[in-house]
């Protein structure tokens, strides 16, 4: 029954505000999908299921998903190339994607190093803006603020900066359950709240020290030139 309780708790997840999930989306279970077993699948992703076709309902049209686990590895290498490619590199062995809690990441598999690193290269990420269920957003009675994330979200975002913020004007979201993180090239470093959520500016040359702080390390830290906007990284 595990697999059956993982999809309601995921349903929970969304009728208790959390984003609606939809085809490419990436889920951080941030443990084992089967707590009762020792295994590397520690994520997933939302496809289309292969063996359903959209089905006509009153409403409209209604999609079949599927929920594809991953390894750590593998989500990274989502965020850092494409969850579509990563897939595809699953549906290679098993065109229905069917769970095997003991497989190996496909990061490990000699067959696809080489044409990983090339897709990689040719094609860069297909991340424009990084959903995680763990942004928090925290007022303190010392006016201070505190933005708090997961270490897993914290690995993904480091890089996201490098390849975005590349020229004024460009931004990366960070989107929550209930509001978002926006990072903006800009002039001058800086921070301030939106309709959004929190909006912070950085100068074009300090992209890479900021890119830095959010390397997956637990701890707390502030970056230059936003005053009182603390980063918490948790476990």
Known sequence: MWATDLLINLA??????????????????????????DTDVTAAVIVSDPGLEEAAIAEGTAMFLQVVGLTGAELELCRAWSAEGVVGLLRRDDP????????????????????????????????????????????RLTRRTVVEMASGA????????????????????????????????????????????????????EVEEV???????AGWFRLAGVGRLWFRVVD
């Open 12 to 37: 929970a997840y969304v009728e208790a505000g959390g984003h609606p999930f939809a085809e490419g989306h990436l889920v951080d279970l941030r443990g084992p999908i089967r707590l009762d077993r």
């Open 154 to 205: 914290s690995t993904a975002l480091g890089p996201a900066l490098r390849r975005e913020l590349v020229g004024d004007g460009a931004t990366f979201r960070v989107v929550g359950d209930h509001w978002t993180l926006r990072f903006v090239a800009a002039a001058e470093a800086g921070w301030g709240f939106d309709e959004e959520g929190i909006v912070v500016t950085v100068p074009r040359s």
């Open 211 to 217: 890119a830095a702080r959010f390397d997956g390390r």
């Open 96 to 139: 229905l994607t069917v769970l095997r809690l003991d497989r190996e990441p496909v990061v490990s598999d000699p067959r696809f190093t080489e044409e990983i690193e090339r897709a990689m290269a040719l094609e860069g990420s297909s991340l424009h803006e990084l959903h995680i269920a763990t942004l928090r957003l925290r007022r």
